[in-house]
């Protein structure tokens, strides 16, 4: 028994199932795409479906993020004592987690109809891609974003069987806001980040970071702002847009004098941002 809870610990640590914050943020805008494809309550088994599906697609892309990173973990402070990087795990044994958890993800969407079948595949290939581009580019944020939002498209796949023009709305809004938060997160790793070579948009923006980040935020803003508009949402989901940027502007605070705890905290505050967004969205609805 003790043998087995020490294995469960290590899983759910190099699953992150232990730091629910990556979650969260994949959580918010799949719930709100949900919300709107279905103009209102989404259908209760894509719902369920769908909760099961980001934790467990998140949970896969720590792992393959740590497999790729094994190697250079170990000698970033913040990362170091990961189950790959200390030792804790073999690679092998992470794979077949990963494998695991991927075949349970694909078994869920084989619930739902052919194009969401088909959009999976390309979801799973790129979580895959994802931690391999921080090793030829430094925008690797930019290809999280695509990753980060790609539940979005397959909502509305579920929810209506299409994709249509709306979608990408909230699909820009996630992808710039995703690039906003991400950056304020490699702001923590940068000195480490450049020590091993990992590429970063935080290192890549330099001493222009925050005035970048502040240019996605108005960006992602303003692509919420539109999708709610072609929703034909209301003054509720307006008041949440608006708390949007009350959360946006206290992170552009916390990153100003580019301290890790400080960013790492704008980083953590994302998740406000992101619920009091869906928050705001539902209630629209039932009012």
Known sequence: MSFLKG??????????????????????????????AADGMPDLKVLVIFILGVVVMRAC??????????????????TKSRPLASGE???????????????????????????VVQLSVVGIILTVIYPFTKRFTNMPQMFLGVVWSWSIPMAYAAQTGSVPAEAWWLFFANWCWTVAYDTMYAMVDREDDLKVGI??????????????????QLAALACFITAGWAADRGLVYGLGVITFVGFSLYQQKLIFARERAPCFKAFLNNNWAGLALFVALGVDYLI
């Open 7 to 36: 294995k469960l610990d290590v899983y759910m640590r190099l699953s992150r199932m232990d730091r629910p914050i990556g979650t969260l943020l994949l959580l918010w805008p799949c719930l709100m795409a949900l919300i709107l």
């Open 89 to 115: 795990i073999s690679s092998k044994e992470a794979l077949l987690l990963f494998a695991v958890m991927g075949l349970f993800a694909f078994g869920l969407v084989l619930m739902l109809n052919p194009l």
């Open 61 to 78: 892309g720590c792992i393959i993020n740590d497999y790729a990173d094994r190697e250079l973990d170990s000698h970033v402070d913040r």
């Open 199 to 216: 590429k970063s948009t935080a290192i890549l923006f330099g001493q222009y970071d925050r005035q970048i980040i502040g240019l996605f």
